[in-house]
């Protein structure tokens, strides 16, 4: 397993730009399908971008033009760009380390979460 931690939430405006990151420890982060999820107050948790081992992305509809993912292997890292912030975007965003985008996205199985990191988008 890799342990998670996110950096990079915080408070923007709507048309804003956040960039959060998840840095990973462990020596096989770069086999691990790499996945960010949201959930916002009253919710389910929806995953919203992954990137696979090959660098394969998968992005949900809602994100799609806005949010960009992407890993870094020789820092252990996955990033998620965020642009275009909307008020329904408001969250805590959490990392995950998987499978396969496939298991994350159908069932949210993950070896490994994050703590979360809230992001909130002002109007």
């Known amino acids: 397993q890799v342990q998670l931690v996110e950096s990079g939430g915080g408070l923007v405006q709507a048309g804003g730009s956040l960039r959060l990151s998840c ?6 982060f770069s086999s691990y399908a790499m996945g960010w999820f949201r959930q916002a107050p009253g919710k389910q948790r929806e995953l919203v971008a992954a990137i696979s081992s090959a660098g394969i992305t998968y992005y949900a509809d809602s994100v799609k033009g806005r949010f ?3 890993r870094d292997n020789a820092k252990n890292t996955v990033y998620l ?3 275009s912030l909307r008020p329904e ?3 805590v965003y959490y990392c995950a380390a998987g499978r396969s985008i496939f298991r994350l996205r159908s069932y949210m199985e993950a070896d490994s979460w994050g ?3 809230q ?3 002002s109007s």
Do not use: K
């Not at 840095?23 to 096989?28: E, L």
């Open 81 to 83: 760009q965020m642009a």
């Open 89 to 91: 975007d408001t969250a």
């Open 115 to 117: 703590q979360g990191t």
């Open 68 to 70: 960009t993912i992407s």
């Open 119 to 121: 992001v909130t988008v």
């Open 23 to 28: 840095a990973a420890s462990g020596r096989t």
